[in-house]
């Protein structure tokens, strides 16, 4: 289970750089079928909306909490590696859908692509780890 915490650890250290970057620039979310927000909007509405390259706020809270309780309890609870598994799911999904992406895997951006490629294979990984985890032999 101390897997699962150190690549959620590790996962969202590529969020918080995400974060840092789209709230400089004020790259806000693009989503198809909702309207794009002004670029000075962002500063407000990252707690519950996130940014083209970063997940909401409080998900990053979240998975905070239970990548450090996966890595430093001394009886990894099940349930954080859960939180884990359904936070790496969602984020797994939500990096498909911006525009930034599927941009960056098209005509790679130096400072972008890792960014949105790494965060997506590790909240890939997170997604399947944590949600294997306690499970039991198969």
Not at 36 to 62: D, K, Q
Not at 79 to 104: D, K, T
Not at 126 to 133: E, K
Request: net charge positive; hydrophobic share 50%.
């Amino acid at each position: 289970m101390r897997l699962v915490g150190a690549i959620g650890l590790v996962q969202l250290v590529f969020g918080l750089s995400g974060l840092r970057k789209a709230v400089a620039e004020g790259r806000t979310g693009d989503v198809p079928g909702f309207p794009v927000r002004p670029a000075g909007e962002v500063r407000r509405r990252h707690w519950l909306e996130g940014t083209e390259l970063s997940a909401p706020t409080v998900m990053l809270i979240a998975q905070a909490v239970a990548s450090l309780a996966l890595l430093f309890s001394r009886r990894p609870p099940v349930v954080a590696a859960r939180v884990l598994g359904g936070l790496g799911a969602i984020m797994s999904i939500g990096y498909p859908i911006e525009r930034v992406w599927r941009e960056s895997l098209v005509d790679p951006d130096p400072e972008v692509t890792p960014l949105t490629a790494g965060g997506f294979l590790l909240a890939l990984k997170m997604a399947i780890l944590g949600w294997s985890t306690g499970r039991g032999p198969r």
